[in-house]
T-cell receptor, first 113, second 113 residues
Framework: ETGVTQTPRHLVMGMTNKKSLKCEQH?????MYWYKQSAKKPLELMFV???????ENNSVPSRFSPECPNSSHLFLHLHTLQPEDSALYLC????????????FGPGTRLTVL | DQQVKQNSPSLSVQEGRISILNCDYTNSMFDYFLWYKKYPAEGPTFLIS?????DKNEDGRFTVFLNKSAKHLSLHIVPSQPGDSAVYFCAASEQGGSEKLVFGKGTKLTVNP
């Protein structure tokens, strides 16, 4: 595997479910990001981890809970989501937090029923 | 309020001609700008960037122009090829800030054979 991978690629869940999105980067990077892309909206930064430490929480509701066990893995735990949370969730990584060029995964298309 | 605006949701160009994608920004503190390209079912990939100390950066068929006084940048693709058909995102970042990338909504480019 190379680059940034995300699983699952598609997820359908009910509002009472608990699920997790997984991201893995094989680039040796130290910073990882979660973005949300809703229809007809710009990519919105959700969370940033730099050397496994969360450095940014962009006013994201607590029903989204990130976890970064090491520099290569990033999770987004989902609990009691709303239909308006349906979106494409993209993971990205960069060599360091100050590096502007970020490498994106293919995303997880989430549908909340 | 959107800080990075791509006012054209779509653009259609004939193969071999020039494609010009535009981006406007409102935050005068932005000093680094990037273009990302996204194919369906894939994550965005970095294309080209420009620092505010420059007004032009060229990489093969891709050239980005920056007009700081107008808070405007553009991406020129010449000659356009059918494989360039994708969604193009403009992004900006602020030096000394959180290095967050702020994205536009994207412009879907279609290059017709």
């Amino acid at each position: 595997e190379t680059g940034v991978t995300q699983t699952p690629r598609h997820l359908v869940m009910g509002m009472t479910n608990k699920k997790s999105l997984k991201c893995e980067q094989h680039l040796g990077h130290n910073a990882m990001y979660w973005y949300k892309q809703s229809a007809k909206k710009p990519l919105e930064l959700m969370f940033v981890y730099n050397f496994k430490e969360q450095t940014e929480n962009n006013s994201v509701p607590s029903r989204f809970s990130p976890e970064c066990p090491n520099s290569s893995h990033l999770f987004l735990h989902l609990h009691t989501l709303q239909p308006e949370d349906s979106a494409l969730y993209l993971c990205a990584s960069s060599q360091a937090f100050s590096e502007y060029e970020q490498f994106f995964g293919p995303g997880t298309r989430l549908t909340v029923l | 309020d959107q800080q990075v605006k791509q006012n054209s949701p779509s653009l259609s160009v004939q193969e071999g001609r020039i494609s010009i994608l535009n981006c406007d920004y409102t935050n005068s503190m932005f000093d680094y700008f990037l273009w990302y390209k996204k194919y369906p079912a894939e994550g965005p990939t970095f294309l080209i960037s420009i620092s505010s100390i420059k007004d032009k950066n060229e990489d093969g068929r891709f050239t980005v122009f920056l007009n700081k006084s107008a808070k405007h940048l553009s991406l020129h693709i010449v000659p356009s090829q059918p494989g360039d058909s994708a969604v193009y995102f403009c992004a900006a970042s602020e030096q000394g800030g959180s290095e967050k990338l702020v994205f536009g909504k994207g412009t879907k480019l279609t290059v017709n054979p």
